[in-house]
């Protein structure tokens, strides 16, 4: 059971990041279409956090959330990045780092746990299968 909590609550950090980093770049992005792009990947990872947390409420535990430091951090370094380039595609193209560094960490999560429940298990593939999509759908507006 304590490798469950333990990929559950890695799932759901992972999902809160994309989250918070998704709406902040909502609020960036410029340009309609794109923003629709964002608005349904936005809604995708909420999805997969609303699971995880009521996962692990199911299982009496407490959802770790992203620690303070690293929520600003990010925050700060996404304001940095686009403070002179708004652009779909230098905003795909972070997007892109950060999904594939999603895929990897998730792919050896994976493989660390692959005896946990099927149920998390699927949760897992289903992040990983959005973190794949979300570099699809970026390739398109790289420039």
């Known amino acids: 059971?304590?490798?469950?909590?333990?990929?559950?609550?890695?799932?759901?950090?992972?999902?809160?990041?994309?989250?918070?980093?998704?709406?902040?770049?909502?609020g960036i992005s410029e340009e309609e279409e794109y923003k629709k792009l964002l608005q349904t990947l936005l809604?995708?990872?909420?999805?997969?956090?609303d699971r995880t947390d009521k996962k692990l409420k199911e299982v009496n535990k407490e959802a770790k959330n992203i620690n303070s430091f690293s929520k600003a951090s990010t925050y700060i370094m996404i304001n940095l990045k686009t403070l002179t380039n708004k652009t779909p595609s230098h905003?795909?193209?972070?997007?892109?780092?950060?999904?594939?560094?999603?895929?990897?960490?998730?792919?050896?999560?994976?493989?660390?746990?692959?005896?946990?429940?099927?149920?998390?298990?699927?949760?897992?593939?289903?992040?990983?299968?959005?973190?794949?999509?979300?570099?699809?759908?970026?390739?398109?507006f790289l420039q």
Not at 43 to 49: D, R, T, V
């Open 1 to 26: 059971m304590n490798g469950n909590v333990e990929l559950l609550n890695y799932i759901h950090q992972n999902a809160e990041m994309g989250k918070n980093t998704i709406g902040q770049l909502i």
């Open 43 to 49: 809604q995708e990872y909420k999805s997969i956090y």
């Open 91 to 140: 905003i795909s193209e972070m997007l892109i780092q950060g999904s594939t560094m999603g895929i990897i960490d998730l792919t050896k999560k994976l493989k660390e746990y692959a005896d946990a429940d099927q149920e998390i298990l699927a949760l897992a593939n289903q992040l990983l299968k959005l973190e794949q999509n979300n570099v699809e759908e970026c390739k398109k």
